[in-house]
């Protein structure tokens, strides 16, 4: 008797965990939270008979189902939970769990390891076009500011898994720096000043879970930096300070941005970091124009609005492909930006990465920079005469207007600017 009441509710107990998700999939029974970091949301298709007989309905509804059903973000977390507990494993693009649960990014690794390094000469023949750009610059009172941001390799290099052997004792951030530092380019080094700051201060400089400089590290670099560019160019920066804290029982987005990608389901034990709560001194000071171009660590900085009260029209060129300004009606990519135009509205233009992205530093902004203002385009003249030329040679070419015509309908903008977004496009590469 006792046998078969027990097969009874074993059989409830399993059915009733094949139907729970189902339920929590119709009725979101429970308030299970999202997945977070680079999520790609599968869309629902729906059938044809083309696409059952090339099984594309089958293939894509399948990775909808995967990803609708019930308890799914639980279960994905619960994966993450034993892999990172067990195997010391993260599920997350590129993360690497180091000693006493310190969080990587491999790149860092790679390139503090010099495992990535790219050359001496590929570096000095970046450095000898800035020093060309840092020269007309000059001339124009405009500055070039290169900045170093700190890199986890080289903060942590005690909590990295032995795994990782050194490959080069050069790597692209020490060779760039010796390069920069002997180029007469003005710049700032955070990586190596944060190294020698480590354990000196009361507050974290760079957090255990998270792959940026710290909320404070932050705000330490960015008032050092409009410091310096007030010494640079003769103004009085506006002054930023603090007097008072936030104590947060956890870390924030930014401190904790690693940890929050591996979507686990318990936190990794960490220090609890203070917050600066910041104040502005605006009286009679001066405000740069400013664009920075680099890698996420401006993130910080810039989405907190900290940019726009220490410079005006404060812009950034997202590894110099997306651009954000005030200066622009639309954030867009910069193939479709008049970048010569945008420069010449700006005191100061900063290049600001970190190690893991020295390697590409400082992305295409060198080359195409060099040719619109160490070339002959940087004749105003012979700029607009270029460029109208090559727009009356789309106007004249059926076949290439014709394509004009279908990207402009695409991005909802009129012909005529579109021919001057290609023409902008082939002035600007014509020379690479």
Known sequence: MKEAKLKKWTVILIQ?????????????LFDIAPLKGAIVQESNV??????????????G????????????????????????????KANANGVVVGKQNYLYEENYIRDFKGANFIGRERIR?????????????????????????????????????????????????????????????????????????????????????????????????VDSISRLLGSLRGYDPVQMYWDEYIQKDSVSMIDGDIESGMNLLFEISKPRLRYPIVQYDEAGKYRPSLINIGDSFYWNIYSKDVANKLFNHAG???????????????????????????????????????????????????????????TELSDTAIYQS????????????????????EKAKKKNRSVEEMIRLDALFVLRTSNQ
């Open 16 to 28: 009733a965990l094949l139907i729970l998700p189902l339920v929590q999939r119709k009725t979101s």
């Open 46 to 59: 729906f059938f044809t008979w083309t696409g059952w007989y090339d099984e594309s309905y089958q293939h």
């Open 61 to 88: 509804k399948e990775k909808y189902i995967n990803q609708q059903f019930g308890f799914r973000n639980t279960l994905v977390r619960l994966n993450n939970q034993i892999d990172f507990s067990v195997f010391n």
């Open 125 to 221: 023949e970046v450095v000898n076009r800035l020093v060309s750009i840092d020269s007309v610059f000059r001339k124009l009172n405009k500055t070039l500011l290169v900045v170093f941001a700190p890199g986890k390799a080289s903060f942590y290099p005690e909590f990295i898994p032995d795994r990782y052997l050194q490959v080069n004792d050069s790597t692209n951030f020490k060779s760039y720096r010796e390069a920069i530092a002997t180029s007469g380019i003005s710049y700032i080094d955070f990586n190596t000043y944060f190294c020698q700051q480590k354990n000196r201060g009361p507050f974290l400089l760079y957090p255990k879970t998270g792959i940026h400089w710290s909320d404070y590290g932050s705000l330490l670099a």
């Open 316 to 374: 950034f060129g997202y590894y110099f492909k997306d651009i954000y300004s005030p200066l622009l009606t639309t954030n867009t990519d910069v193939d479709e930006v008049d970048v010569k135009s945008l420069i010449d509205q700006y005191e100061v233009v900063m290049l600001l990465y970190t190690e893991a992205t020295m390697e590409r530093f400082p992305d295409s902004f060198d080359k195409i920079v060099y040719d619109l203002y160490c």
């Open 386 to 405: 270029r460029l109208k030329a090559i727009e009356d040679q789309i106007r004249n070419e059926p076949t290439w207007l014709n394509k004009v015509k």
